[in-house]
T-cell receptor, first 113, second 112 residues
Framework: GAGVSQSPSNKVTEKGKDVELRCDPI?????LYWYRQRLGQGLEFLIY????????KSGLPSDRFSAERTGESVSTLTIQRTQQEDSAVYLC???????????FGPGTRLTVL | SQQGEEDPQALSIQEGENATMNCSYK?????LQWYRQNSGRGLVHLIL?????REKHSGRLRVTLDTSKKSSSLLITASRAADTASYFC????????????FGQGTRLTINP
C-alpha cells in the first residue's frame, strides 16, 4: 500500500481482556517499529523488527506485551490482561532498513476501562 | 532523564513570525531527525541531519546540529496557522541495535 496502516484505529476494552493490534508496513520495508504514546507525552520505544526477528525488545514494559512479525510483512502487538495504564496510542512505523527515516501509521488508540 | 529533550515544551507565536525549537541529547548519535504530529496521531518525518552535518534546509525549515553541545534546533520561518502541531526530535543512537529515541515534544501554536 501507499503507507503504513494500522488497525483498529480505536479499541475500547475492559481491564483484564487481551487485545491485538495490527500493523501493515510499507511494502519492501524490512524494518518495523512499535511505539507507545501516552496522552501529551513523547513516543516510548517498545520493539523493532528486522525482517521477522526482533533484535531489540528492550522497550516492552512487561511480559504482558508481545509482538510478532510474519516475514517482512504484517506485525501484531498483543497485550494480555490489559490494565488501565496501558491506555495510550500505539504507533507503528517502518523503514527501508535499519536507521534512517521512519514512516508512521495513524496509530491505534487503546482505551482500557 | 530523557535522551532527547525539547525546549520549550510549548510555544505560541503570531502567524508570520519565526519559530525556534531546541533539542538536547546525551549519547552519541548516527543522526537526528525532526518529526511533526497533528492531533496526537501519526507522525510525519520533516528532516534528517547526520552527525557529520551542521546545518540542513528544507523549504521553510532549517535544522542545525552541534554535536559538541549535543544539541539541535529547528527553525520554521514565516510560520503559518497550518504549522500548528507538536514537533519531536528523535535521535538515532549508536549503541546496540539502532533505534530512534524521541523527546517529549514541543507544542507549537500559530495564532492567526
Amino acid at each position: 500500500g501507499a503507507g503504513v496502516s494500522q488497525s483498529p484505529s480505536n479499541k475500547v476494552t475492559e481491564k483484564g481482556k487481551d487485545v491485538e493490534l495490527r500493523c501493515d508496513p510499507i511494502s519492501g520495508h524490512t524494518a518495523l517499529y512499535w511505539y507507545r504514546q501516552r496522552l501529551g507525552q513523547g513516543l516510548e520505544f517498545l520493539i523493532y523488527f528486522q525482517g521477522n526477528s526482533a533484535p531489540d525488545k528492550s522497550g516492552l514494559p512487561s511480559d504482558r506485551f508481545s509482538a510478532e512479525r510474519t516475514g517482512e510483512s504484517v506485525s501484531t502487538l498483543t497485550i494480555q490482561r490489559t490494565q488501565q495504564e496501558d491506555s495510550a496510542v500505539y504507533l507503528c512505523a517502518s523503514s527501508r532498513g535499519i536507521g534512517g527515516t521512519q514512516y508512521f501509521g495513524p496509530g491505534t488508540r487503546l482505551t482500557v476501562l | 532523564s530523557q535522551q532527547g529533550e525539547e525546549d520549550p515544551q510549548a510555544l505560541s507565536i503570531q502567524e508570520g513570525e519565526n519559530a525556534t525549537m531546541n533539542c538536547s541529547y546525551k549519547t552519541s548519535i548516527n543522526n537526528l531527525q525532526w518529526y511533526r504530529q497533528n492531533s496526537g496521531r501519526g507522525l510525519v518525518h520533516l528532516i534528517l541531519i547526520r552527525s557529520n552535518e551542521r546545518e540542513k534546509h528544507s523549504g521553510r525549515l532549517r535544522v542545525t546540529l552541534d554535536t559538541s553541545k549535543k544539541s539541535s534546533s529547528l527553525l520554521i520561518t514565516a510560520s503559518r496557522a497550518a504549522d500548528t502541531a507538536s514537533y519531536f526530535c528523535a535521535t538515532e543512537i549508536i549503541q546496540g541495535a539502532q533505534k530512534l529515541v524521541f523527546g517529549q515534544g514541543t507544542r507549537l501554536t500559530i495564532n492567526p
